[in-house]
């Protein structure tokens, strides 16, 4: 009886320890979360943001974050903050699937006709379908190329109207805009204007109004319960700013249907014809599918080259020698007799690198569009939990020290240039995450190759034409570089400049 008494008590006991043994395995296996600020009951985070979150993030990623790592609570919701080219790399070489998909929220139930388009729809065959639509006809190489005389053409005759006695110093930012927007409206729906006269103007303040409403951070995201007061009125306004610009999109899509179409011409002439099609199946692509395509395509592409090339001139006229470089560089290829065109731009790599460091610097869209994790995953030993959100910090990665070694914060083309330690950095999102300005991963701009091409094309042709310097003889050290901040980041005051013609007058006839 003794005997068995004392097997009992072993066995139990090796029982009891084996189950603590387990439990106490099981709690270290789950990794923790990563380090983040202390915030408020109930807000958590949210008024630690301010009004540029960009800087802020960065800040907090280093005073609270680890391996470029922050977790925030935003109310309801946690928050990680990707802030290094090196958590970036872990993040979608390892996890992108289950990073793909987008948090519910306003921007995608009240802009983008409730997540009908590319850039909010949550990621599944529907997000696909739409992704290779808009790849085969209007994004892919081989549709780009065959654009190019269209652009050539239209950027060309925005160069000679600028030549025609305009002394005054001119808006850069409207001026790019405005050319941009004529091109990609020549290969979107087949003209060269959206709209002309007063629409016009009317046309681009409420995309930049959409724009702005977008990067709001809206506390009914985070807090639900206090969602339906729309204390901050964005839900309101962005309905009548995608409301006024859903008017403008009709318009265009009935004057194309109503019309013979040649449909090899434009996008939107592919659209209605894939919608039309006979034995296309009615969850393919719907009528809203198509506007609210058009609408990403306008605002995303129009907004962010406009800003890109306002930043890169911006830093030009604040750096004299660097600007002489590059007209020096184009004129070495395309001289002073002709007009460069795109398919000078593979000659031109100090251009490129301009390009790449103003990208670095300045991306347009400092914060990533939110990502939600499906699946719990790890990352550098910290759990990033199912259904947080996930922020890149593109500001950040092109400041990050542990990339950017020597004075990140300098503008500085020759990190780029062939023999640099950062020749061979793209912006495609794919293999390298130092420079990720258009997203990385599988939700990366859809847009990449167009607005890459687009910002080469317009800077080459801008430098080339023409000589740029500042009202009144201004100094660029002096310039005015503050940025505002929303979905997009713009610069606070926009850049005026004079631009003199400095080819043969040949050339712009």
Not at 75 to 104: E, M, N, Q, Y
Request: charged share 20%; with cysteine; aromatic share 8%.
């Amino acid at each position: 009886m003794a005997v068995i008494f004392t097997f009992l008590v072993f066995f139990i006991s090796v029982l009891l320890l084996s189950s603590l043994f387990l439990v106490g395995t099981g709690r270290r296996r789950r990794p923790p979360l990563p380090p983040g600020p202390k915030g408020w009951a109930l807000l958590g985070n949210l008024l630690q943001l301010g009004t540029k979150p960009h800087r802020t993030l960065q800040a907090l990623s280093q005073s609270h974050g680890s391996a470029g790592l922050l977790r925030l609570r935003l109310g309801t919701v946690d928050a990680i903050v990707i802030s290094s080219a090196s958590a970036a790399a872990k993040c979608f070489r390892s996890h992108d699937a289950i990073l793909t998909s987008r948090p519910p929220n306003s921007v995608g139930k009240y802009i983008t006709y409730n997540f009908e388009d590319l850039i909010m729809a949550p990621y599944g065959p529907r997000w696909q379908m739409l992704r290779k639509v808009c790849s085969t006809h209007l994004l892919s190489t081989k549709a780009l190329d065959s654009f190019r005389h269209v652009w050539d053409e239209d950027v060309a005759m925005d160069v000679r109207e600028l030549t025609s006695g305009r002394e005054a110093a001119v808006d850069v930012g409207g001026l790019v805009n405005t050319c941009v927007t004529n091109a990609l409206a020549h290969v979107l729906i087949g003209r060269q204007e959206i709209v002309g006269g007063e629409e016009a103007a009317e046309f681009k303040e409420i995309a930049a109004e959409m724009t702005t409403l977008a990067g709001q951070f809206n506390v009914g995201h985070f807090i639900p319960w206090i969602g339906w007061l729309d204390l901050q009125d964005l839900n309101k306004k962005m309905m009548k700013s995608r409301v006024r610009f859903g008017e403008f999109l009709e318009k265009i899509i009935e004057e194309h249907s109503s019309k013979g179409i040649d449909y090899a011409k434009d996008f939107l002439s592919v659209l209605i014809q894939i919608n039309g099609e006979p034995n296309a199946k009615h969850d393919e692509l719907t009528n809203i599918n198509i506007k609210a395509l058009l609408q990403d395509m306008f605002i995303a592409g129009t907004d962010t080259t406009s800003i890109t090339i306002e930043w890169l001139l911006s830093e030009l006229l604040r750096h004299p020698h660097i600007l002489a470089r590059a007209q020096h560089e184009l004129d070495s290829v395309a001289g002073r007799n002709r007009l460069i065109s795109q398919s000078d731009l593979p000659k031109v790599p100090f251009l490129d690198a301009i390009v790449k460091e103003t990208l670095r610097l300045h991306p347009p869209v400092p914060l990533s569009v939110p990502r939600m994790a499906t699946e719990d995953c790890e990352i550098d030993g910290y759990l990033i939990p199912k259904g947080a959100y996930l922020l890149v910090n593109i500001w950040a990665i092109g400041r990050d020290l542990a990339t950017w070694h020597d004075d990140p914060n300098e503008f500085d083309p020759d990190r780029f240039v062939p023999g640099s330690p950062h020749e061979s950095a793209d912006v495609k999102g794919i293999n390298n995450f130092e420079l990720i300005p258009f997203g990385a991963g599988r939700r990366r701009c859809a847009g990449t190759k167009l607005g890459i091409r687009m910002v080469h094309f317009v800077t080459a042709m801008m430098l080339h034409a023409f000589d740029w310097t500042l009202p009144d003889g201004s100094m660029g050290d002096l310039l005015d570089m503050e940025e505002s901040y929303g979905a997009t980041m713009p610069k606070t005051r926009p850049l005026m400049a004079k631009a003199t013609p400095r080819l043969a007058p040949q050339a712009y006839l």
